[in-house]
């Protein structure tokens, strides 16, 4: 199984993008699905998490009302649209399905 990644970039601040995560998985849609993000000198954090069916989202404090999860358990994919990005929301972001990894995908938020 591979989780593919794609949609970061560089923004300015205040700027959105969304972040794409597609496999081929068949059974996509019965379990959950999280972000994470690695930023420099950091450990990599938790920032959201979406239920199997996408009916229960969680996200942590500091993207909360500004990031929004979902899925399309049709497409297999998920996706974090990032809004109102901040110099702070500059990480390498990961997403994560069951013991799975996606490759990363670089945001960088900066004027």
């Known amino acids: 199984v591979q989780l593919v990644e794609s949609g970061g970039g560089l923004v300015h601040p205040g700027g959105s993008l969304i972040l794409s995560c597609a496999t081929s998985?068949?059974?996509?849609?019965?379990?959950?699905m999280f972000w994470y993000c690695h930023a420099p000198g950091n450990e990599r954090e938790w920032v959201s998490t979406?239920?199997?069916?996408?009916?229960?989202?969680n996200y942590d404090n500091s993207v909360k009302g500004r990031f929004t999860i979902s899925r399309d358990n049709i497409k297999s994919t998920g996706y974090l649209q990032m809004n109102d990005l901040k110099p702070e929301d500059t990480a390498v972001y990961y997403c994560?399905?069951?013991?799975?990894w996606g490759q990363g995908t670089q945001v960088t938020v900066s004027s």
């Open positions: 998985a068949s059974t996509f849609g019965y379990f959950g």
């Open positions: 994560n399905w069951l013991q799975y």
């Open positions: 979406i239920s199997a069916a996408g009916n229960c989202t």
